[in-house]
């Protein structure tokens, strides 16, 4: 089968590497030359993925069996006359279009299906942000309805909060989409990521619970399993199938849920492999996000999926602007024991771009705080110097 594959970052390189291994062929497409991906992909193009015409042209150049979005800024209204054309758009064009916007996967969670989320409003100007402020009450958060790792997300704790987030949220926001949601804060005691399996011809299946720390609306660990009691954990995967279902199609889609001391909340969907879940890198089952990904969008059955040990991510960012970033530290991480570690490959880095993640497992037993730890140091042994 050949896939093309939009987007090109460390999440598509490992999907493109799990594509590789049973023999398929990976188109990689990005906005920028020897992104992670084209390095192990059979071919790529660079190009806008905004710019629909431009986007149509490597559709009909390459002629894919599957199209596989890993980002948000593509003109996804495209995929319904792909899918048209005979091609499958993973997972589905409905789920592509509504995911890539937070305004059509909140309202189809909240008011179609009638999930429990943060009450939220959306704001296109400064003066529609305060009137939502307002009815939401402070403090409050504010996320550009494109975009991902946290770009222009932001908290309003105080009234001269509203105009800068209103800034900072335009900036960060990917796309030509101008319009903000601020939602009110949750008093959550944690976050989880439940990836999300659903097949064509089987069941729908459930990993165990990844909990993740965010700093800026971009995770710095994550870990699994998370702790979640019985009763939140069928709550979550109720919320979970119910929304994958309404979407349609077949993948694997990061589910994020708050979990708060009145139950589960419903936050956001990813229609793809999720950052948080390169913790499965670390051998935490025995298929890790990206072959799962692979297996479903193929069709080949998913008998199970196993938790096998314990494990933990935490990243490694830069800190300067580089167009040629080299690291240090790699023989000292490298020499830890139950720990491994993955360099993405980026062709330049600037402040707090992902550049790594470290990975730390060990069993089931070992409490997951010492694993968080022993990650978080492990990626601390890395620089990345200009």
């Not at 991906?37 to 986007?55: K, P, S, T, W, Y």
């Not at 790792?149 to 209103?166: L, N, V």
């Not at 939140?232 to 708060?260: I, P, R, S, W």
């Not at 167009?323 to 023989?331: C, K």
Request: glycine share 8%.
């Amino acid at each position: 089968m050949k896939i093309l594959l939009l987007g090109s970052g460390e999440l598509g390189k490992e999907f493109t590497i799990a594509a590789q291994r049973i023999g398929q062929i990976v188109i990689a497409v990005d906005s920028y030359e020897n992104a992670p991906a084209m390095q192990v992909a059979h071919g790529f193009e660079v190009i806008n993925m905004l710019d629909g015409d431009a986007l149509d042209k490597i559709v009909a150049k390459h002629n894919p069996d599957f199209i596989v979005p890993e980002i948000e800024a593509i003109r996804t209204e495209r995929f319904y006359e792909y899918e048209k054309q005979g091609i499958t758009v993973v997972p589905s064009a409905k789920a592509a279009n509504f995911t890539m916007n937070r305004k059509a996967i909140r309202d189809l969670a909240a008011k179609e299906l009638g999930l429990k989320t943060a009450n939220y409003r959306y704001a296109t100007t400064a003066e529609e942000l305060r009137k939502g402020v307002e009815a939401v009450g402070m403090p409050c958060v504010v996320k550009p309805l494109m975009s991902s790792s946290g770009k222009g997300q932001s908290t309003i704790k105080t009234e001269t909060d509203i105009e800068k987030a209103w800034n900072y949220a335009v900036e960060g926001s990917r796309g030509d989409v101008v319009e903000v949601i601020v939602e009110a804060f949750v008093k959550f005691n944690s976050e989880i990521t439940l990836l999300t399996v659903v097949q064509n011809n089987n069941p729908t299946l459930f990993c165990a619970p990844i909990g993740h720390r965010q700093e800026r609306g971009d995770y710095q660990e994550s870990w699994q399993p998370a702790r979640i009691s019985d009763a939140n954990l069928y709550e979550a995967q109720d919320m979970a199938e119910k929304v994958t279902e309404a979407l349609g199609g077949a993948g694997l889609f990061g589910v994020e849920f708050f979990l708060a001391d009145d139950g589960v909340y419903f936050s956001e969907l990813s229609p793809r492999p999720h950052d948080t879940g390169m913790v499965t890198l670390a051998g935490t089952q025995n298929f890790n996000e990206f072959e799962l990904h692979l297996r479903a969008i193929l069709s080949l059955p998913i008998f199970e999926i196993t938790l096998e040990k314990a494990g933990a991510s935490a990243v490694v960012l830069a800190s300067d602007n580089s167009s040629n970033p080299t690291y240090s530290g790699i023989e000292e991480i490298a020499s830890l024991p139950k720990t491994d570690f993955r360099i993405f490959g980026k062709p330049t880095s600037r402040p707090y771009r992902r550049m790594g993640v470290a990975l730390v497992h060990d069993t089931l037993e070992t409490p997951i705080e010492e694993i968080v730890e022993k990650a978080k140091k492990a990626a601390g042994l890395v620089s990345v110097k200009a």
